[in-house]
Structures are given as C-alpha cells and as structure tokens.
C-alpha cells in the first residue's frame, strides 16, 4: 500500500510586506495626483494671469552668448512675460531685428531677457553690420517707375534691365537678377501699416563687388530699370536681350551677301629676258 501525502502548506506572505507594498502603491499614486494638482494649478494660474496682466513678448537667447560673437535669428526665441516685469531696454519680439547682426558687447546668460546695452550698436547700430560678409550695399537712383509708384518696400525682391543704344538700335539687356533691397530712401524696415505711397528718390540693394561694378557702369551708358519679383520665385530671367525689330515683330533682315576679295598672288621669282635692242 502506497504512502499517502497530505497537502503542502502554502507560506502566507508576512503582514509586513503586505503593508509595505500597499504603502508604495498608495505614495505612488499620492506622488502622481500630487503632479497632476500642481500642473493644473499652474496651468490654471498661466490662464488667469494672461487674462488679468498684460503680456509682452521679449527676446531670449537661446544659448549662452560670448562677447565678440554676432547675433543670429537662429540665436533668438521669444518669451511672453507680464508687462510690468519688463525691462524697458529689452529686446522685443517687434524689434528683434535690429539687434540681429550686432556684436555682444558682454556675455549674457540663455533664457535671460536680452537688452540693447548687452549690444554694441544698441538701438541704433551701424548700418554696414547689416550687410552680409561677402556682401556691399550699394544705393542707386530710382523714378518712379523704378521705386514701383512708391510700393517697393526693404526685403523686396527686384530684376534690373539696361537699356542700351540709340533710337533705332536701342535694346533691352537682362542685367542682374533677384537683388534683396535692404532700404527705400532712409527707410530699412518693412512697414505694416498698408499705408500708401512713400516718396524716395534712391533705393539701396545688397550686392556683390562684381554686381556693384555692372551696375555703375551701366548707370553711366544706359537706363535702369527694375522690376519687382515674387520673394519665391527662383526663376531666371532670359539672356537673350530684347531689340526694336522683336518688340514691334519685324522681319529679320536678309543676310548682306559677302564680297569676293581677290587674293593678290604674288609673281613666281626667275630670270628676266630682254629680247631685242639696238
């Protein structure tokens, strides 16, 4: 007759452990709702403080920036703080651009606001730190057909024509294309407003020194003309110039038959006879 086993015990867990694991899973869900409450109680206070104090957006850096190093938009991100908080020299999202170009005149912290005097030019700097290493501006005259009736405005686009010759031989040559204007008289920053026709006489456009010297020469043996492009368009304009015989659709002229020129040959050298005499 086999041996009959009774059941193993089974080890209930100690009353310890027990405690100890609901303990854990209780603080862990008092620690999650805990962050829950504070972030909607922070979230809620953002809320309340946009709707009761007027905010304003400034302009941070987004790095630590040296002295010496110059200011890029990529440098740049902007922050809303409420208006009484800001300083008055700040740098604002409005007026960023100004200060983009400008070199740090001392070391500033990522995140702090940037003011005009951490930079040399403050709000007014030098005109040249706007112009791209590389780069000249260069300021030409313009009518009004050439300052587009008085809507050409900074960071438009523009293709210059030269027109060239007399009346009868006149033509149309393309001479530079999509030029960035940085400046319509003493204007250099868009303006907003929609407002009408701004009178000036001169617009100033970034260029290459090779670009500045086409430009010169062609303002002392032709007209300019520019013409106004679309800041996406990337097409080129045609290289062919454009001739009165085009523009009012006459005939080419036939081909002026070539001359023959006789070829002078030159006499074979010998000796020469004299037959005869007296």
């Known amino acids: 007759m086999g041996k009959r086993f009774g059941k193993v015990p089974v080890k209930k867990p100690s009353k310890n452990i027990v405690m100890f694991l609901l303990s854990l899973i209780v603080g862990g869900a008092g620690v999650f709702y805990s962050k829950q409450y504070i972030e909607d109680e922070i979230a809620v206070y953002k809320a309340s403080l946009e709707k009761t104090e007027k905010m304003t957006q400034v302009v941070v850096p ?150 500045a010297q086409k430009i010169t020469l062609s303002q002392q043996v032709g007209k300019i003309t520019a013409m106004l492009r679309n800041p996406e368009d990337e097409s080129p304009l045609s290289k062919q110039p454009m001739t009165m015989a085009q523009l009012l659709n006459l005939p080419k002229p036939a081909p002026k038959p070539k001359k023959k020129i006789r070829k002078y040959v030159k006499p074979k050298p010998g000796i020469e006879y004299i037959i005869g005499g007296s």
């Open 62 to 211: 987004r790095r630590p920036m040296v002295r010496g190093e110059i200011v890029t938009a990529n440098d740049l991100q902007v922050h809303k703080l409420p208006e009484q908080y800001v300083d008055p020299n700040a740098v604002l999202e409005s007026t960023y651009e100004t200060a983009v170009g400008q070199r740090v005149e001392f070391d500033v912290e990522a995140g702090l606001p940037l003011l005009w005097a951490h930079l040399e030019g403050g709000m007014s700097p030098t005109f040249s730190g706007k112009v791209p290493t590389g780069l000249r501006a260069m300021t030409i005259r313009v009518d009004e057909i050439n300052s587009i009736s008085g809507f050409l405005q900074p960071k438009d686009r523009i293709d210059l024509l030269l027109t060239y010759g007399d009346k009868a031989n006149k033509q149309i040559f393309p001479l530079i294309q999509n030029l960035n204007v940085i400046a319509t008289g003493v204007q250099t920053f868009v303006d907003k407003t929609g407002s009408s026709q701004r009178p000036f006489t001169t617009i100033t456009i970034q260029v290459t020194p090779e670009q």
